[in-house]
């Protein structure tokens, strides 16, 4: 038998409210103000993953309403997702918004769009006596983009005065510090808001979050908090990786390693921390290295002191003494930088993180026959999961496509095969892969939503991607016209920064993942062979027996497709595959976007290795006379064979944005 189900393992937004913990004087604030006379608007804000999202889930899940408000069907919330929006136009918002309204309070569509259909659809519920709660999640995403004028946060401000309206918004600060334009900053529409701040859970609440869900699992960790709250301090984030950590080494009667649980606890945080600490001040950094090293705090750090306790990153102990909310944190962001990193760049060494090649898995794969290798079929539904298809599949795993019943919208479900269930190394493997995703944010990234176990089987639930992947657009059209070469590889070059950026590396970058959607904007999907950066522990891409494996189907000219896209670095068979990989890999994408052929090609995976090693691509304009100088350039440096002299993918970004303009791109 699997051992229990870890309670602990979501690093996503949580969408039951059985499984939200804390916040309790904040949801009687929030709910107080929404039940008054008129409701009244509150911007939610705190720093990233403190629980924002969960919240404003939280407060419009229908039995939350019944507890709170003393006549909750008088009450329609709207929930709006903003976080992957980021580039929205404004008529694209009005009509997305006003078909959230119409379908929450089940209202018939009245033909009217943009502003006029707001206005239609309010009236509506006016009849009826119903007040509109409009939930917006990441509402900074509005007010720092041109394309919301002054006029609109007006509009936006008149539904309040007019009608029963009112606002529920999340950002990472205060609102008017994050607007485009003063003109913004000092719109009227602010002043009708009350500012709830996230900051860590009180003592009692920290406690709860250890104790009872482990206690209901049969794995109680309350014996554990003292040591639990030193590692995480009350952040429920780190404090749910802890607790997982814990909940994982003691299931089915283990014992605690505490090197291994500061090494698990590490891989998971090290990208936040040294996110929280490039992003303090001077005196914050002060205030801190003199906790962490028992000295005083300076005077004039005073302030910053209290403004820390506060938010909860300090933590006093039973003696009175102050300390710094995690032992952990110094250790990592004060780690020396690996050799080769860029300015400013800080990466350990931490433990692998990387799945075996048979446990790759792409949204984007033909479907396989039904249940190959004797696997027990799965269940028709998942929690409030409903399984429609099967998408594709890997030696590990699964990919189906699935209704959300709640939320009413289609996504994909990775789901760990059966007979891994109970290799408990595999299923460790397959829930770091999620919690890597987990960490990432971005517009250009296929969305990790949540994660999950049903019957002791771990499963993830993604974005589910409508359209098709570039190795299908290659296929079926060739290639690409160069403002779309440079306005995808921009995109995708963005989406690799983000993954940089918290340390992760893709290290399988190639056309079959990355996925279009239906606007031909691009998400990288598939991080199943991703690990952090430096990771010198890694085992080698390949093993002597998969090598063997390859060569003998490959002899006769039938290429793995992975192998093309591959690295110089990752060819040579080195364990330190880094960004720059990444980047490479990209850049052979580009190049075969532009010309329709790749820049490195053999008659077996040896000669393709050794291209990738020493051969230099066709120039670019043999096969594409039009393609505008920038690309190319862009294309050859991100395929120089020296690591060091890549662009960064924000670089590349940049570079190919850049050619979007450039002289002859619009020709192209």
């Not at 002043?191 to 009180?202: C, G, H, M, S």
């Not at 959607?517 to 010198?536: P, S, T």
Request: aromatic share 10%.
């Amino acid at each position: 038998m699997p051992g229990s189900a870890n309670p602990y393992l979501n690093r996503v937004a949580i969408h039951d409210p059985a499984q939200f913990y804390g916040r309790r004087k904040e949801i009687a604030r929030i709910f107080s103000r929404l039940g008054a006379g008129r409701p009244q608007s509150i911007a939610v804000v705190g720093d990233r993953r403190i629980g924002k999202s969960s919240l404003l889930n939280y407060l419009c899940a229908p039995e939350m309403r019944r507890r709170h408000l003393s006549r909750p069907e008088e009450y329609v919330f709207v929930f709006f997702d903003l976080q992957q929006r980021r580039r929205i136009r404004l008529e694209d918002f009005l009509d997305a918004w006003l078909t959230e309204i119409e379908r929450g309070a089940e209202l018939p569509p009245s033909g009217k769009r943009g502003f006029d259909g707001v206005h239609a659809a309010l009236d509506r519920l006016r009849a009826t006596h119903r007040k509109l709660i409009a939930v917006f999640d990441e509402f900074d995403i509005l007010t720092s983009n041109r394309a919301f004028s002054a006029d609109f946060f007006a509009f936006l401000r008149s539904l309040a005065n007019n009608y029963e309206v009112a606002y529920v918004t999340s950002s990472g600060r205060d609102l008017q510090e994050l607007c485009h334009a003063d003109q913004i900053a000092d719109s009227p529409f602010f002043n009708i808001f009350t500012n709830v701040y996230l900051r860590a859970f009180p003592d009692d609440e920290a406690l709860d979050l250890i104790a009872r869900p482990s206690e209901a699992a049969g794995v109680p960790l309350a014996p554990y908090a003292a040591d639990i709250r030193r590692l995480s301090g009350n952040f429920p984030f780190y404090l749910q990786i802890a607790c997982s950590i814990y909940f994982e080494q003691l299931q089915d009667g283990g014992s605690l390693d505490a090197s291994a649980i500061e090494e698990a606890f590490d891989d998971e945080v090290r990208g936040h921390f040294r996110y929280l600490w490039e992003r303090f001040s001077a005196d914050e950094r002060a205030v801190c290295q003199a906790l962490s090293s028992d000295q005083p705090v300076a005077r004039e750090h005073t302030y910053v002191f209290e403004d820390f306790k506060r938010a909860g990153y300090i933590a006093v102990e039973p003696d009175g003494r102050p300390r710094w909310f995690s032992s952990r944190f110094l250790p990592i962001t004060q780690r020396p930088a690996r050799s080769g990193a860029t300015a400013g760049e800080q990466v350990s060494v931490p433990p692998t993180l990387e799945l075996p090649l048979e446990g790759r898995l792409s949204l984007s794969e033909s479907c396989a026959p039904a249940w190959p290798d004797g696997d027990v079929e799965p269940p028709a539904r998942l929690g409030h999961f409903e399984l429609l298809e099967r998408l594709g599949g890997g030696g590990m795993g699964n990919v189906f496509l699935a209704r959300d019943a709640k939320l009413g919208r289609k996504v994909a479900i990775k789901l760990l095969k059966a007979r891994y269930v109970n290799q408990l190394e595999t299923r460790q493997r397959f829930l770091r892969e999620a919690r890597m995703a987990s960490n990432l944010n971005h517009p250009n990234i296929a969305t990790l939503y949540e994660i999950g176990e049903a019957d002791g089987a771990p499963y993830l639930v993604m974005e589910y991607v409508r359209g098709q992947t570039l190795a299908q657009r290659l296929r079926e059209g060739g290639r690409f016209a160069c403002p779309e070469v440079c306005r995808i590889g921009a995109q995708a070059a963005e989406g690799l920064a983000a993954a940089h950026a918290v340390g992760i590396v893709h290290r399988d970058i190639k056309p079959s993942n990355l996925q279009l959607d239906a606007q031909g904007n691009v998400r990288i999907i598939d991080f199943g062979l991703a690990k952090l950066a430096g990771d010198a522990r890694a085992p080698l891409l390949f093993s002597d027996e998969h090598l063997q494996a390859v060569s003998d189907i490959t002899e006769s000219g039938v290429l793995v497709g992975t192998v093309t896209y591959m690295s110089p670095e990752q060819a040579a068979n080195d364990a330190q595959a880094t960004f720059a990989s990444d980047v490479f890999s990209l850049g052979i994408v580009l190049y075969e976007m532009t010309t329709g052929r790749l820049p490195f090609e053999g008659k077996s995976y040896y000669e393709v290795l050794d291209a990738i090693l020493h051969a230099s691509p066709s120039p670019i304009r043999d096969w594409r006379p039009d393609a505008p100088p920038a690309l190319v350039n862009a294309i050859g440096a991100a395929l120089a064979k020296r690591q060091t002299d890549r662009p960064t993918a924000e670089a590349l970004a940049r570079l190919l944005r850049q050619a979007i303009h450039s002289p002859g791109a619009r020709m192209s």
